[in-house]
């Protein structure tokens, strides 16, 4: 071969260049990666999970979980909503000028214009900041992932296909494990037309005792097991409940802000 | 004789072809600098210049900046919390009921629900010492001035999310409000009790 040094010259530069892309690249942005806080409050996040949902995690990567479920929500867009928090002295003023202003769906500055416009005729108003896009519309999340969500997943599951719903946030969508436990029994029996495949060999069924466990699933009428019986999960279904109901993205970050109803400020 | 050993012929298996030298066409090269441009137009709007703070749907820094929720009610209120569970609630507790014989609740406490700021600003700021009536029921108080060394911005927002919580209703207070409440400290008598409170304006 007359011109081996400068073949393995171009294969060196071009295989060092996709790892410089794909490899160091990355490390560089992200590798720092550590604890936030959320927006408008001390506390930090991600806290690390507990032990039963560290547990989960590998459960759920047993079952490949992550063939049909993302953990990853995405955001097209971001968006201002006006909120009128008083009306001032002069509430018919303030009602003039609203009624000719689009509230819903701005971009910044036409927020900070409209806010002028409500400051001037003595109202009050602010300026709430939503996360719009088609994952969001569905309810899977109030914001788009960002790396520190990830921060104490080992291995990440991101998954890449969606025939199931999106997980991300699904701790603080349905927060009844319950709930979970007898989807994961039966789950057509709480979602009707689902496509998931029931992980019955998740739980044992039961004759009752001399009295029913404290941990035997509850069933909407028509679905449990026969009377007499009754189904309990294992430890392994436990677990990837506990790590299900731990998946929680639902706090602002100043990466990723929305602004956050309060549930404290109410009786 | 076979063919592989005729090494005279004129097509020599081991010649190694070569290719005649001839200038890469111009349209390679203009089509190669356009894309270039584009993808350095990519960048400049989509990149975030690599900051990894930047995530899509935002393009920059200062992008995401300006959206980072301001200081409105909302965010007053959630301030407020975080600060009273950390030096408020301890005595008067998160869901503002108090504790028995050591501070009083502030959950429909007439001190709390009042016209003005004057009275309930002054309690944090100074301490109250000797006893004051709360919701019909003496309390012998010794309330060091657990506010005085919050900033005036993190006790407005203290004192609006007492006065917004747990079914009070009270009009927010700002940080001048504080202000004004801070230069006053030693205008009246000390130390504060029920009967120097109940002589400031409502």
């Known amino acids: 071969m007359k011109n081996g040094f400068r073949v393995f010259l171009a294969a060196l530069i071009a295989l060092g260049a996709s790892w410089c892309g794909f490899v160091l690249a990355p490390v560089l942005q992200l590798g720092g990666t550590k604890q936030t806080t959320i927006l408008n409050s001390p506390d930090l996040y991600p806290v690390g999970r507990p032990g039963e949902a560290n547990q989960g995690l590998q459960v759920y990567r047993t079952h490949g979980c992550a063939a049909c479920h993302t953990e990853q929500v995405q955001q097209s867009g971001v968006a201002c909503d006006l909120v009128l928090t008083s009306a001032g002295n002069n509430p018919m003023a303030v009602t003039n000028a609203i009624s000719s202003l689009k509230l819903n769906d701005l971009d910044k500055d036409a927020a900070d214009a409209a806010v002028d416009k409500i400051t001037a005729v003595g109202g009050k108003a602010e300026i709430h900041i939503v996360a719009t896009g088609p994952d969001v519309a569905r309810g899977w999340g109030r914001r788009h992932s960002i790396a520190e969500d990830y921060l104490y997943d080992d291995p990440v599951q991101l998954g890449s296909v969606r025939i199931g719903p999106d997980l991300a946030d699904v701790g603080a969508r349905l927060p009844d494990a319950n709930w979970q436990l007898v989807h994961l029994y039966a789950p057509q029996s709480v979602v009707k037309d689902s496509a998931m495949p029931p992980f019955r060999y998740l739980f044992r069924i039961q004759k009752i005792g001399r009295a029913p466990s404290p941990n035997a699933l509850v069933f909407p009428k028509g679905f449990g097991p026969p009377a007499g019986y009754e189904v309990v999960p294992t430890a392994r279904a436990q677990e990837l409940v506990a790590y299900l109901l731990s998946l929680r993205a639902d706090v602002p970050l100043h990466d990723a802000p929305f602004t956050q109803p309060l549930a404290a400020s109410k009786p | ?202």
């Open chain 2, 1 to 202: 004789m076979s063919d592989e050993l005729k090494s005279n012929t004129p097509q020599r298996p081991d010649l190694e072809p070569t290719a005649s030298r001839s200038p890469v066409p111009i349209w390679i090269v203009v089509l190669t600098l356009t894309l270039l441009f584009l993808v350095m137009v990519y960048f400049d709007r989509h990149s975030g210049w690599f900051n990894s703070q930047v995530y899509g749907p935002y393009v920059s820094a200062e992008e995401l900046e300006s959206y980072q929720p301001k200081s409105g009610e909302a965010a007053m209120l959630a301030n407020g919390k975080a600060r009273y569970d950390q030096v408020c609630g301890l005595c008067h507790g998160a869901d503002g009921m108090g504790k028995p014989n050591q501070a009083p609740p502030l959950a429909g406490s007439e001190w709390v629900n009042t016209k003005s700021f004057r009275r309930v600003a002054s309690i944090p700021l100074e301490g109250v010492n000797g006893s004051l009536e709360v919701k019909g029921q003496t309390w012998n108080l010794s309330m060091p001035a657990m506010g005085a060394a919050m900033s005036d911005s993190d006790l407005a927002d203290v004192l609006t999310y007492i006065r917004n919580s747990w079914g009070n209703q009270g009009s927010p207070v700002t940080t001048d409000d504080v202000k004004v409440i801070r230069a006053k400290i030693g205008a009246h008598p000390q130390p504060l009790t029920g009967e120097v409170l109940k002589a400031l304006p409502e």
